[in-house]
Nanobody, 125 residues
Framework: QAQLVESGGGWVQPGGSLRLSCVAS????????MGWFRQAPGKEREFVAT????????HYAGSVEGRFTISRDNAKKAVYLQMNSLKPEDTAVYYC??????????????????WGQGTQVTVSS
């Protein structure tokens, strides 16, 4: 079993920055690839970024490439999402997820076994 808890969401003006954190508990997450996903009202959950177990194998959605950075600290069982140059279309609930069966990560939500409760990010003026 594992539990994921996100934090760091909030309201920010366009062009601003936020840093999301996800802290995990449970043995299985130590060897799990991690991902960030988001879901806007009325839309399906979409891939944002993923990171492999070793901290390499980084992949981003095209819409956030160059603006968002995913990282992890295995000693703290934490994964982060630094979001810069935020746009109104980035408004969504952001979820972190863990896939203990993969070392490299995946873009598909169905590959992830554990999910956090989500944190709201709102970008508006």
């Amino acid at each position: 079993q594992a539990q994921l808890v996100e934090s760091g969401g909030g309201w920010v003006q366009p062009g601003g920055s936020l840093r999301l954190s996800c802290v995990a508990s449970g043995r299985r997450v130590s060897s799990a690839s991690m991902g960030w996903f988001r879901q806007a009202p009325g839309k399906e959950r979409e891939f944002v970024a993923t990171i492999g177990v070793s901290g390499s194998n980084l992949h981003y959605a095209g819409s956030v490439e160059g603006r968002f950075t995913i990282s992890r600290d295995n000693a703290k069982k934490a994964v982060y999402l630094q979001m810069n140059s935020l746009k109104p279309e980035d408004t969504a609930v952001y979820y972190c997820a863990a896939d203990p069966l993969s070392r490299y990560g995946s873009r598909w939500p169905s590959d992830y076994e554990y999910w956090g409760q989500g944190t709201q990010v709102t970008v508006s003026s």
